[in-house]
């Protein structure tokens, strides 16, 4: 089975241009997540879906920042206008079965390594 | 004060030898515990989950203490490959969350 499967995987832009992050989860997976991680802050929650409705995006960092899922197949996370700060490895992970206590297994991405200048 | 802490280490094991280390978690409500490897330029991965008697995979121990608020992870008879980098993860049912911690680096060297 594929997993999930992220692109670009590597994306060097200039600030103030528009992002793009891509992401398809895993066949039959109804929760997505994206996370960004850097060395400072290490990996944190920015958004998550369930049947394509956004549950919790308290950890959009701003109004930059946009994510959608138009179907259980795809979700996009964008950045417009891009800063230096945004500069990250940008995970997309999903989820289908309950674990014990009701939390869930994610699969991971490959991530995107985004830079900007 | 983070909810999930984590000694970034690095922690430099002898190839063979046991290596532990330990998650504190603030919130006393979290409800499940994991740990995920993540190794080097490459996305995190589950490693196994925590339960309250604590449970075992292979070379693998972890362990949950609540009134002490903190998970471990124990590895015996490291080897090169366990090399990575080892986040805790936090799971509260209120805000359907999974929170990670810093994570812990370990190197086993030969």
């Known amino acids: 089975d594929a997993g999930v499967i992220q692109s670009p995987r590597h994306e060097v832009t200039e600030m103030g241009q528009e992002v793009t992050l891509r992401c398809k989860p895993i066949?039959?997976?109804?929760?997505l997540f994206w996370y960004r991680q850097t060395m400072m802050r290490g990996l944190e929650l920015l958004i998550y879906?369930?049947?394509?409705?956004?549950?919790?995006d308290s950890g959009m960092p701003e109004d930059r920042f946009s994510a959608k899922m138009p179907n259980a197949s795809f979700s996009t996370l964008k950045i417009q206008p891009s800063e230096p700060r945004d500069s990250a490895v940008y995970f997309c992970?999903?989820?289908?079965?309950?674990?014990?206590?009701?939390?869930?297994?994610?699969?991971f991405g490959p991530g995107t390594r985004l830079t900007v200048t | 004060r983070k909810e999930v802490e984590q000694d970034p280490g690095p922690f430099n094991v002898p190839e063979g030898a046991t290596v532990a280390f330990n998650c504190t978690y603030s919130?006393?409500?979290?409800?499940?515990f994991f740990w995920y490897r993540q190794d080097c330029r490459k996305e995190p991965k589950l490693l196994m989950s925590?339960?309250?008697s604590g449970n075992e995979d292979g070379r693998f121990t972890a362990q949950l203490n609540r009134a002490s608020q903190y998970i471990s992870l124990l590895i015996r008879d490291s080897k090169l490959s366990d090399s990575a980098t080892y986040l805790c993860?936090?799971?509260?049912?209120?805000?359907?969350?999974?929170?990670f911690g810093g994570g812990t680096r370990v190197l086993v060297k030969p």
């Open positions: 993860v936090v799971y509260k049912a209120a805000g359907n969350k999974l929170t």
């Open positions: 919130n006393s409500a979290s409800q499940s």
């Open positions: 992970a999903s989820s289908r079965s309950r674990l014990a206590g009701g939390a869930y297994e994610q699969y």
């Open positions: 066949s039959g997976h109804d929760y």
């Open positions: 925590v339960y309250s």
């Open positions: 879906f369930n049947n394509n409705v956004p549950i919790d």
